[in-house]
């Protein structure tokens, strides 16, 4: 091997990520290839370049890190900026994790290799007009079960400083997304594809069971009065997983946070330019719009819910209709609200009784919510429990 990881005495993978990790992994002739495409030129002589960390390394634990490399070429005696993003993912075995993909399944919902299979496959060439994925320069195995993407450095603007018709537009060509496979598209047989989002999910965040429902931090994010029908989605999940089997099946990003989208001029127009495929499965209409609502829910404070979930529903069922998919709302409705309730509860409730079993929960008060909105996933659940007796 090429580059030098040290294994610690936990059997813990540590990778410095440097200008030395990127001439002793990928080399000079592969990285002078990559800032030639990333300048646009037919021919780059390489000067400087640096190497600097802009994300990643939380969260997930096949996060490595994003860095940011870039520097100045020259072509004809011209110089020429260039810069591309390095991602560099890991099995979550390198750093001790049960249960989050390790084992290389490639239905997993984190299997740690999917958005390198992404790019590989050409699925990404495969969006609708208005919708692109970040361009892939060059992709990289590596031993010691790490792997680097080399991306486009995307520009454009974040969506969290989007205006509201932004997000229409987006949430719009989701729909189109997953209205081709839902219809017209038959679903890919990737292998790398995930598989069962949800029920995993379901496995996998089960703190909801026993957590303390009645203790202040928990009641200053799920208010009593609130969070009767998303109790009953928690505790009723098998149920309202089997029904969500039984809706049309598309191919889902899996991740649509709106930190996951940007926006962008382009000759023929306005472009959304989406991120971080590595949650892409095959799930239930409807799932990929609750991140997508959540997220524009809490970026745009001066908005209630009705109004963003209105809006944003509409523009997706207008994307199916785009697509040429011909949807039963009520079906629609019901993934979209259920996945959401599902999704977005379970995650945060492992993440507050995290804290309340924390050493300094004594500490802990309840801050209640931001904005003194209602809270979204108790809301889509009341949406989830009145269609589910009607689809």
Request: proline content about 6%; aromatic content about 10%.
């Amino acid at each position: 091997m090429a580059y030098t990881i040290d294994i610690l005495c936990k059997g813990v993978i540590e990778l410095e990520i440097n200008e030395t990790f990127v001439l002793e992994s990928i080399g000079l002739p592969a990285l002078i290839e990559i800032a030639r495409q990333a300048a646009g030129v037919n021919v780059l002589e390489l000067d400087q370049w640096r190497i600097e960390q802009i994300g990643g390394g939380l969260g997930n634990p096949v996060s490595v890190g994003l860095y940011r490399v870039a520097g100045e070429g020259r072509t004809g005696g011209e110089a020429e900026p260039w810069s591309a993003i390095l991602k560099v993912i890991q099995s979550p075995a390198n750093v001790g994790q049960t249960n989050m993909g390790e084992k290389d399944d490639p239905t997993h919902w984190n299997y740690w290799k999917r958005e390198l299979h992404a790019y590989r496959s050409g699925f990404l060439d495969m969006l609708p007009d208005g919708l692109v994925a970040p361009r892939c320069y060059a992709t990289q195995e590596l031993p010691g079960e790490v792997a680097c993407l080399w991306l486009e450095e995307i520009g454009g603007i974040n969506a969290d400083a989007w205006p509201p018709e932004r997000y229409t537009s987006a949430a719009r060509r989701l729909g189109h997304l997953n209205g081709l496979y839902a219809g017209a598209r038959p679903l890919p047989e990737y292998p790398w594809l995930g598989r069962r989002r949800l029920r995993q999910w379901n496995d996998l965040f089960t703190e909801w069971r026993t957590i303390q429902w009645t203790h202040p931090l928990i009641q200053a994010q799920y208010p009593e009065a609130e969070i009767g029908n998303l109790r009953r989605v928690l505790l009723e999940s098998d149920d309202f997983l089997a029904q969500l089997d039984r809706l049309p099946r598309t191919v889902c990003h899996g991740d649509t946070y709106p930190t996951n989208f940007k926006s962008r001029e382009r000759s023929g127009g306005e472009e959304t330019v989406v991120l971080d495929w590595a949650l892409a499965h095959t799930g239930p209409i409807g799932f990929d719009l609750g991140a997508f609502v959540f997220g524009a829910y809490l970026n745009m404070p001066e908005r209630h819910l009705p109004e963003v979930d209105g809006t944003l529903f509409k523009a997706y069922l207008a994307g199916l209709s785009d697509s040429g998919f011909r949807a039963d709302e009520r079906q629609v409705r019901f993934g979209y609200a259920t996945s959401a309730t599902l999704i977005i509860s379970q995650f945060v409730l492992a993440m507050l009784d995290w804290q309340l079993k924390a050493d300094d929960a004594v500490e802990i008060e309840a801050t209640g919510p931001n904005d003194g909105r209602p809270c979204f996933e108790a809301a889509m659940a009341d949406i989830a429990c009145e269609l589910r007796d009607v689809i």
